[in-house]
């Protein structure tokens, strides 16, 4: 199946990345969003973004405007039915990604393939309250999606073999390298990531280092491009929070249990670089300082 044009639901940090890409593939973008805010500020997000590629060489003006011609926004979610694939990157909570999908599909083309980049909720769970669990899969950017080479396909136990081959086809048209991720808690990247960001949690939490020392130490001794807390701020503390639960439920496990410090950060409503502050406060104009 050819895929012409995506449907984006969801205009934030990884919505705004994905429309970034697909556009400047070549492909038409309908990306939607409850509120016309998200939409407007996304738009500016990839403009800004799509700039600094032009400044660095890698993409050309004329390019940059076709991309950006490309994308329409709309906050009317049926507005993005017709396309021929959409990928839903809404907040990561289940009830919510289940209410857009029940929006959805009653406007949808039989061949339409549904998609979503949830981080860590089951896809085969996802696509079975669906009309379509083979025409439905994991399609899962990395943030920030313009820089990050992977994409995470993980296929449902529904999900057919034409089905994948078109989002593989699409990933190989990004320019980016699928890898292929059985349909258990967070997959692949998420199930090995967080742990390690939760355990730099624990190392805070028991006071063996402080916030410089552990990002200091990942950095510099195993060559991270972030240390795990700087990259937990970057990746929202909610969301480090809600896939160590997904693993913990899913997996019953204690060894994913979270970190009650990262539990204590989310509940004060620190979550990281969105809110200005997490690990780091990011409200000066200075270097980030650590909140420990
Ligand atoms: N959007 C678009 N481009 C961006 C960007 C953004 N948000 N941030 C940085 N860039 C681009 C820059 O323009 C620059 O491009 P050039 O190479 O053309 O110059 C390049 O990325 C490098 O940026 P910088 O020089 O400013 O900064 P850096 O070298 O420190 O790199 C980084 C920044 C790419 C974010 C790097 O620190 C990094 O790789 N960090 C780790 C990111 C990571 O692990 N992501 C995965 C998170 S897990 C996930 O996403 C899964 C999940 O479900 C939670």
Redesign the pocket.
């Known amino acids: 199946m050819e895929i012409g044009s995506i449907g984006i639901v969801g205009a934030g940090q990884?919505g705004n990345?994905i429309a970034?890409v697909c556009a400047l593939a070549g492909y038409d973008v309908v990306l939607t969003d409850v509120s016309e805010d998200a939409l407007a500020a996304a738009l500016n997000?990839v403009t800004k973004?799509l700039d600094?590629?032009v400044s660095?060489e890698?993409i050309d003006a004329a390019e940059r405007d076709a991309a950006l011609a490309r994308i329409r926004t709309t906050p009317t979610l049926i507005d993005c039915a017709k396309c021929d694939l959409i990928i839903e990157a809404a907040t990561e909570r289940e009830t919510v990604k289940q209410a857009i999908f029940e929006d959805l599909v009653p406007h949808l083309a039989p061949q339409t393939i549904l998609t979503s980049n949830t981080?860590?909720i089951s896809i085969t769970r996802l696509g079975s309250r669906t009309d379509r669990p083979q025409k439905f899969m994991g399609f899962?950017?990395?943030?920030?999606?313009?820089?990050?080479q992977l994409v995470e396909l993980i296929r449902g136990i529904a999900t057919d073999q034409e089905t994948f081959d078109a989002c593989k086809s699409v990933v190989d048209r990004l320019g980016k390298q699928a890898a292929t991720a059985e349909d258990f808690p967070a997959f692949i990247?998420?199930r090995i990531?967080?742990p390690m960001i939760n355990e730099a949690v624990y190392v805070l939490y028991e006071g063996v280092g402080t916030i410089k020392s552990i990002d200091t130490s990942m950095r510099l001794g195993a060559n991270?491009?972030?240390g795990p807390l700087a990259?937990a701020d970057?990746?929202?503390l909610d969301?480090?929070l809600a896939?160590m639960n997904v693993l913990h439920d899913g997996l019953a496990d204690t060894k994913y249990r979270p970190c009650p410090l990262l539990v204590k950060y989310v509940e004060a409503g620190w979550l990281g670089r969105k809110t200005q502050r997490g690990f780091y406060d990011y409200r000066g104009d200075g270097d980030p300082v650590p909140t420990r």
């Not at 899962?140 to 990050?148: D, E, I, L, Q, T």
């Open positions: 990884m990345g970034h997000l973004n600094r590629q660095r890698k981080s860590s899962h950017f990395m943030n920030p999606v313009p820089v990050m990247v998420n990531l967080m991270h491009p972030m990259l970057f990746i929202g969301t480090c896939i």
